[in-house]
């Protein structure tokens, strides 16, 4: 038999939720009788969804079923630009509520009203990069009772503010962390002009110039690059400086989703900003998470 | 326990046989010999219990409700049944032992054997791809059809119904093996999938050969050729009647001796003094005709006693991090199974006896 130096255990925690009477706990337990209980460990310092959350100790596997640390990071990865939107108060405590639940004799989970409060607070900006609310997040699967997470401020409501929302792709803050974040969340990423801005439906319509540099090829091909055409989904009335400007030389991220093209960020590209400059000598050299890695 | 301290010691003593009737090569026994086989005897203890409780769990509203003294006795030469239940016992247990060591397996228990690797990065279907860790579901059936069969020595036909249940067991293993997937796109999407092969929850497992008990097919040996007395015609004779029985069906020779009286030299208790379900929300159909089934059907009168218990309620959990709970103090009414009187008249001393809940 092939002796392998480190293995790992794929689980399954199946949450069902059975018919119970009013006032009856469902209690959540480990997940298998014979599988060995999660291990208590430091939440690592370079796990950034979940820096700050409140807690220093996490349980691994976690409750998503993510085995490993490595694991855990990398699908960890790719929520971190969901928390620069600042979509929900409590987004972070969901997220890393899952990610990097608290250590406990038995599992925690997050209360079906934090989940739901983030759902409808994010996934409008989630649909706009074209992801789905996804299936680990479904918030039915839930406890709804006090043995649960929930914001600790839970009676505070959120103000409206005066201006429309910008459009999330538009809406990025001029930081490294963010850009690169950003990036590893995008499937390409070009150096280019906007040639023309049209509404379309609910869309925004970008036509690109023909010059172009290529960033980050990713899973564009160089006929496709040619005639690229992208489009800010549910875009169509909420502003973005950046397309207003045809005159600048942007970097632009996007990924394809079905046969569209969908704008993920748009940055000026300002050589003179030195927070740019230093974020596009770090991207030489920065990796992003590799998925197909941490599975064989 | 004790069934499982008799089976560690056969098991100990299998070890030994298996070294001394093989002949090693030098390297083949530093590799692979005893270190390799006592590396596997504590889980295949640990998978004979945990057969043994599961056995318990199924049976827990039946008449024979899996005793230990009917597993104790069942160990002995002589007194061994061939009974339907005997059947479930030896299939459960071969299954619980299959199961623990392919979860070890797994888990990176031991240095010769790992994940199941044949499919990594195969295409599966579409969207997936094989990948993860596959439970080595060969590697377990080997080692417990290895140490499990090595407790039948006899040639008669016991023996074989007692393989053939053996194996039944293992083949449950393999029956109940499911596809397991694991989505790991961008943001939990489902764009990228991996799956693997997966055990059961073990208590699938058990239910399905509970159903496979109830199912299970009485085997008539043909008498005529048993009556020759020649040992070879006997094992002619078995093999003609297992060759029309499935594999993974259970079989037995005698039938079940009648489990709701008393019969200690059979290690049986009856159903005098066992707890029956009555009513209550979320209770299967079995349980809720368990006090006909246990008390009503064996001749005995059910009996209510209401029992207060204190357990821990409004449970919060406090951010961050503890969980606090209160104390509540609450009375429950349990049945069990006691004598009817003949006499008319009320007796005047009360029981005193508790009975606790088993499984």
């Not at chain 2, 056995?55 to 003294?69: I, M």
Request: hydrophobic residues 30%.
């Amino acid at each position: 038999m092939k002796s392998l130096a480190s293995l790992s255990l794929w689980r399954i925690i199946i949450l069902i939720l059975p018919l119970v009477s009013l006032g009856q706990t469902f209690e959540y337990g480990w997940p298998d009788n014979y599988d060995k209980p999660p291990q208590c460990v430091d939440i690592p310092v370079d796990l950034r969804l979940c820096q700050g959350v409140g807690y220093h100790q996490m349980l691994l596997p976690n409750l998503l079923e993510h085995e490993s640390m490595a694991e855990v990071k990398q699908q960890a990865g790719s929520w971190v630009p969901l928390l620069h939107k600042n979509c929900d108060p409590g987004t972070q405590l969901l997220l890393c509520s899952l990610f990097a639940p608290v250590c406990m004799e038995r599992p925690i989970y997050p209360c079906r009203r934090l989940c739901e409060n983030v759902r409808d607070g994010c996934s409008p900006i989630m649909a706009a990069f074209g992801f789905p609310w996804p299936h680990i997040l479904t918030c039915d699967k839930f406890p709804q009772d006090d043995m649960c997470i929930n914001t600790p401020n839970d009676t505070s409501t959120s103000e409206p503010n005066g201006h429309p929302p910008v459009c999330p792709p538009c809406d990025n803050e001029m930081k490294m962390d963010v850009i690169l974040d950003h990036m590893c969340a995008s499937e390409f990423a070009i150096k280019t002009k906007i040639q023309e801005v049209k509404r379309e439906n609910m869309d925004r319509k970008v036509t690109l110039q023909k010059k172009k540099r290529t960033i980050k090829m990713g899973t564009l091909k160089k006929k496709d690059l040619k005639k690229l055409t992208l489009y800010l989904k549910n875009g169509a009335d909420c502003p973005c400086t950046q397309l207003d400007n045809t005159r600048n030389t942007y970097l632009i991220m996007g990924r394809k989703v079905d046969k569209q093209y969908l704008l993920t960020g748009i940055h000026k590209w300002d050589k003179s900003n030195r927070e740019f400059k230093k974020t596009m000598k770090k991207l030489k050299s920065h990796k992003c998470p590799a998925y197909e890695n941490v599975f064989k | 326990m004790n069934p499982c301290q008799i089976f560690a010691s056969l098991v100990m003593s299998i070890c030994c046989h298996i070294l001394s009737s093989t002949a090693w090569s030098v390297n083949n026994f530093l590799m692979t010999g005893p270190k390799a086989y006592l590396a596997y005897t504590s889980s295949v203890q640990a998978g004979a219990q945990s057969g043994i409780e599961e056995c318990k769990h199924q049976f827990a509203w039946d008449r024979w409700n899996c005793p230990e003294s009917a597993l104790q006795l069942s160990t002995h030469k002589g007194l061994r049944s061939a009974t339907r239940e005997t059947a479930f016992v030896h299939a459960i247990s071969a299954a619980g032992v299959m199961y623990t060591l392919t979860k070890n397996c797994s888990m990176g228990d031991f240095e010769n054997c790992g994940c199941d690797d044949s499919k990594i990065g195969k295409m599966g279907g579409r969207g997936w791809v094989w990948g993860g860790c596959s439970d080595n579901v060969n590697f377990g059936d080997r080692i417990a059809k290895l140490f499990v069969d090595a407790l039948e020595n006899g040639h008669d036909s016991r023996a074989a119904v007692n393989l053939h249940n053996n194996e039944a067991g293992r083949l449950a293993v393999k029956a109940t093996l499911k596809r397991t997937c694991k989505c790991h796109g961008l943001s939990g999407s489902c764009s990228i999938q991996t799956c693997w092969m997966q055990l059961a929850d073990f208590r699938d497992i058990g239910s399905y050969l509970k159903i496979k008990h109830d199912q299970a097919r009485k085997l008539e040996m043909d008498k005529i050729r048993m009556r020759a007395g020649n040992s070879a015609d006997n094992r002619g004779a078995i093999a003609d009647t297992f060759s029309a029985v499935a594999r993974t069906e259970l079989i037995f020779m005698e039938d079940s001796p009648d489990y709701c009286v008393k019969n200690l030299s059979m290690g049986l208790h009856g159903t005098e003094g066992r707890e029956c379900l009555q009513s209550g929300k979320n209770l299967s159909q079995w349980e809720r005709r368990s006090c006909r089934r246990l008390c009503h059907e064996c001749g005995l009168k059910v009996e209510e006693r209401r029992i207060e218990t204190v357990s821990s309620c409004n449970c919060k959990f406090h951010w961050c991090c503890t969980v606090k709970c209160e104390t509540c103090t609450q009375t429950v009414t349990r049945y069990f199974c006691a004598k009817r009187h003949r006499n008319r008249r009320p007796h005047n001393h009360s029981r005193k006896r508790q009975h606790t809940r088993r499984g």
